[in-house]
């Protein structure tokens, strides 16, 4: 069985099985669809295939409906072109037990985690660090940009919204911190630690 995308839907069986007639076999699979607002639904085509015979069995338009989380913070970044820069965030364990968090986000392309998961002790908190792209071909603009949070098992816990803000470069020394940026919460404000420099 295979999938047309497996970025957005891996199934788990991806070893060949057999199928014995008039018992239906459940195949699992993992849904991750693509973190943008822009793109409000993922069609995936998904094939099962008679490995002997090399013949197609069947195939399935699966549509997926992308509904990004709430955003339960939200900051403003400024980063001077091709200068880049480091930032990071506190994240928080309100559980009673050790946690794993994995984290994405919705551009790549501009911004980059340090670790791509963190283990989280009880009643502690750890950086998420961020690391914004130093590519000097940008165009000035502001670009939102989406991190999820999410648990072990890839089921959201929190999703944060970063307005970054790419102005162009004004050469010389001073600013706040590596690549000249400065992060700070949006005006609506946030429950949670201040960003610092990373």
């Not at 607002?37 to 993922?42: G, K, M």
């Not at 820069?85 to 911004?111: C, E, G, T, W």
């Given at each position: 069985v295979y999938s047309s995308d497996e970025r957005v839907l891996a199934l788990g069986g991806a070893q060949p099985f057999e199928v014995v007639p008039g018992n239906p076999r459940e195949l699992s699979f993992v849904v991750r669809p693509p973190l943008s607002t822009t793109a409000p639904r993922s069609d995936v085509v998904?094939?099962?295939?008679d490995v002997r015979r090399r013949t197609l069995v069947g195939a399935w338009l699966v549509t997926i409906r992308n509904v990004v989380p709430a955003v339960s913070k939200?900051?403003?970044v400024t980063i001077e072109i091709g200068e880049g820069a480091s930032k990071k965030i506190a994240l928080s364990n309100p559980y009673a037990q050790a946690r794993l968090f994995r984290l994405h986000n919705s551009r790549p392309d501009l911004l980059a985690f340090k670790e791509a998961s963190l283990h989280v002790p009880v009643g502690e908190y750890r950086y998420m660090g961020l690391r914004f792209t130093d590519k000097p071909g940008l165009s000035p603009g502001?670009?939102?940009?989406l991190i999820l949070v999410n648990n072990e098992d890839e089921k959201n816990e929190e999703c944060m919204l970063i307005r970054a803000n790419f102005a162009p470069s004004r050469g010389g020394g001073g600013g706040a911190g590596p690549g000249r940026a400065s992060m700070s919460p949006a005006?609506?404000?946030f429950a949670g630690r201040?960003?610092?420099d990373g």
């Amino acid at each position: 069985v295979y999938s047309s995308d497996e970025r957005v839907l891996a199934l788990g069986g991806a070893q060949p099985f057999e199928v014995v007639p008039g018992n239906p076999r459940e195949l699992s699979f993992v849904v991750r669809p693509p973190l943008s607002t822009t793109a409000p639904r993922s069609d995936v085509v998904v094939h099962a295939v008679d490995v002997r015979r090399r013949t197609l069995v069947g195939a399935w338009l699966v549509t997926i409906r992308n509904v990004v989380p709430a955003v339960s913070k939200t900051y403003d970044v400024t980063i001077e072109i091709g200068e880049g820069a480091s930032k990071k965030i506190a994240l928080s364990n309100p559980y009673a037990q050790a946690r794993l968090f994995r984290l994405h986000n919705s551009r790549p392309d501009l911004l980059a985690f340090k670790e791509a998961s963190l283990h989280v002790p009880v009643g502690e908190y750890r950086y998420m660090g961020l690391r914004f792209t130093d590519k000097p071909g940008l165009s000035p603009g502001v670009a939102d940009i989406l991190i999820l949070v999410n648990n072990e098992d890839e089921k959201n816990e929190e999703c944060m919204l970063i307005r970054a803000n790419f102005a162009p470069s004004r050469g010389g020394g001073g600013g706040a911190g590596p690549g000249r940026a400065s992060m700070s919460p949006a005006p609506q404000g946030f429950a949670g630690r201040s960003l610092l420099d990373g």
